[in-house]
């Protein structure tokens, strides 16, 4: 087994999990099996706890994981499927050594940081690198380690220490270093600083690590008379020295890694360089080049309480750039605070509401994602009845889903009081209840979590010809409540459908309007599942339906035969042919190319290019 690890330094937001999944990529394309791990050292077990605006949104893994959204960047980027053990934090690893030291595994020793501790997170790594995440038998030939935060935070030191002692352990040829660094040019002189990546890399060096390959975030590409500075301070030769430089997407960073050569860096410190090909990238290329040159524009609303912070739907964006770039459309997404919709806001801030109601209005199709808590709930639910009443495209997912369900019994069942019993337990019409199997005391690990199954109860609906007319299809879920079953019946009388449902029959999946050309809502989250080449059916239907291509998508989705047609991606792939059941052929790379206006500085992302706040 080979390892790759990916440090950062300087600043946080630097981008080290794209640099990650676009190493994963480089060396993938060169003929390796990859597999990742990402390393958080907070405290926490997982992610689940936290708020989308301390760490982003929760990822959520077949096995029910919660994890670093990191982890979601692996999956789109490598075609991988990852567990909950990929992701290491702190949490986990202490808790695993105090369970041992409770069952007396140490024998009596005083446990410490070091060795225990260490030997911990060695131990995980080892274990976890050789399960197969592709699909395929045996181990994969490279993991590719990410370790989060900043070379210098304190709470990072255990894994440094774990990690310098693991180089050691493994060999030279078989550990390679790439150190994440920021080059910034001050405006006052416009020259590329060397400073801060010379402090970072000797910080680093002190703590036991020693770089192979330095990865420079800047602007502009680096100077020649930088690289020799940064070459002779750092200790690592010019070859090795590559410049991840300002994009308009994030496709680009495979391509700009393969340009100037890192992955024969990378061979060479793992010994590979003699037995590997040049990396394959030449459909990559072609979907870099397919996703700059989309203009016809297609916009969606989407209407949330965390929109101050675009990673909070980072799964959510890039499953609408899959699907968008799938219909050969270019995404806009106009962001739309749920509080913005209420009354209370036309009150307070009439301003803002109207620009709210604007956006909404202005959009070709609306998107409710999911949530917890009441904060926001009735500008959903507004948001929700106009698309219900003006025939708008819409997507509700989890949250967005029983938002759909109570809005229908309030205003066509006339039920004024009906809710959920999340935002009100004393509610005499309660829509959406807690499920039973859930816990009231322990909010960590004790959801609905992970693949389920979703059976489709009839096949002339508008999600089952999305699927492809399946059986049953699998997706991952993380929720707490979900909808009345007893109040199914009364739902369906007056125009709803349930067309959706798990294995028991009782547990509402999937609800459509047969009447609206396409309102759609999902318990659970197909965000997390979907792919370029092989978009989200049911966010296929919303791009699809908020461009007036739903019913030739339906149609060719309904086709068993693979003749080839002039689908409406022939205009995006003009060198590919796109056959009539609407697969996409395989050529296709495994990660979107825009990123939401709102980022931190230093990504890779241009602000603006195919998403706009």
């Not at 605006?53 to 029910?64: A, S």
């Not at 894994?159 to 030279?172: D, H, K, N, T």
């Not at 080839?564 to 590919?576: E, G, L, M, S, W």
Request: glycine share 10%; proline share 6%.
């Amino acid at each position: 087994m080979k390892y790759v690890l990916v440090t950062g330094g300087v600043v946080s937001g630097l981008g080290k999990g794209v640099t990650a999944s676009s190493i994963g990529v480089v060396l993938k394309a060169c003929g390796l099996r990859v597999t990742s791990i990402k390393i958080d050292p907070y405290l926490n077990t997982d992610a689940g706890t936290m708020s989308p605006f301390e760490h982003g949104e929760v990822f959520v893994l077949d096995d029910g994981g919660e994890v670093d959204l990191d982890l979601g960047n692996y999956e789109r980027f490598l075609d991988i499927k990852l567990t909950r053990d990929n992701n290491i934090t702190t949490g986990k690893i202490y808790q695993y050594v105090i369970d041992k030291e409770r069952r007396g595994d140490y024998l009596g020793k005083t446990v410490q940081v070091v060795p225990h501790i260490t030997d911990a997170i060695q131990e995980w790594i080892e274990r976890v690198a050789i399960v197969p995440v592709d699909g395929k038998k045996g181990p994969a030939d490279v993991c590719v380690i990410e370790l989060g935060g900043t070379i210098g935070d304190i709470e990072s030191m255990p894994f440094i220490e774990a990690l310098g002692q693991f180089s050691y352990r493994v060999g030279p040829g078989n550990f390679c270093l790439i150190h994440v660094s920021l080059v910034p040019v001050l405006n006052v002189v416009g020259e590329q600083k060397t400073k801060p990546t010379q402090h970072s890399v000797r910080g680093l060096r002190g703590l036991g690590l020693t770089p192979n390959i330095l990865a420079c975030r800047s602007a502009s590409p680096l100077d020649e008379n930088v690289k020799e500075k940064l070459s002779q301070f750092c200790h690592v030769p010019i070859a090795n020295i590559v410049t991840l430089y300002d994009v308009p997407n994030i496709w680009h960073i495979p391509l700009l890694l393969r340009d100037q050569k890192a992955h024969n860096a990378i061979l060479r410190a793992l010994n590979l360089q003699g037995n590997m090909r040049e990396p394959m990238l030449k459909e990559w290329t072609s979907m870099v080049k397919v996703s700059d040159s989309l203009c016809d524009p297609v916009r969606i609303a989407m209407v949330g309480k965390y929109t101050g912070l675009s990673d909070s739907y980072l799964s959510v964006l890039k499953a609408l750039l899959h699907a968008s770039v799938y219909c050969g459309k270019k995404l806009i997404v106009d962001w739309v605070t749920s509080t913005d919709l209420e009354d209370n806001t036309a009150q307070e801030e009439p301003l803002v509401h109207d620009a709210a109601w604007n956006l909404l209005k202005g959009a070709d199709g609306i998107l409710v994602p999911g949530g917890f808590g009441d904060r926001g709930v009735q500008g959903k639910i507004l948001a929700a009845k106009y698309a219900r009443e003006k025939n708008k495209p819409y997507l509700g997912i989890c949250l967005g889903m029983q938002i759909a369900v109570i809005e229908f019994a309030r205003n066509v069942l006339n039920l004024q009081d009906a809710n959920s019993t999340e935002f009100d337990p004393n509610t005499k019409n309660p829509c959406v209840i807690f499920m039973p199997e859930g816990s009231k005391t322990h909010m960590g690990g004790t959801m609905r979590l992970g693949s389920r199954r979703t059976y489709f109860q009839v096949t002339d609906c508008k999600s089952a010809k999305l699927y492809r007319n399946v059986e049953y299809v699998d997706e991952r879920h993380r929720h707490r409540y979900e909808v009345n079953p007893d109040l199914v019946m009364k739902l369906e009388r007056s125009g709803l459908a349930f067309v959706g449902k798990d294995e028991s029959g009782r547990r509402m999946e999937i609800v459509e309007l047969p009447t609206h050309p396409y309102y759609v809502g999902v318990q659970f989250h197909p965000e997390f599942k979907s792919r370029p080449g092989k978009p989200s059916a049911v966010f296929v239907g919303l791009i699809a339906a908020s461009c007036g291509q739903l019913d030739a998508i339906l149609k060719s989705h309904g086709c068993d035969n693979l003749q080839p047609t002039k689908q409406v991606i022939r205009t995006v792939f003009p060198a590919q042919v796109v056959y009539a059941n609407g697969h996409v052929p395989k050529r296709l790379p495994n990660e979107n190319g825009h990123a939401p206006k709102r980022l931190p500085n230093g990504t890779y992302y241009a602000n603006g290019n195919g998403v706009h706040a």
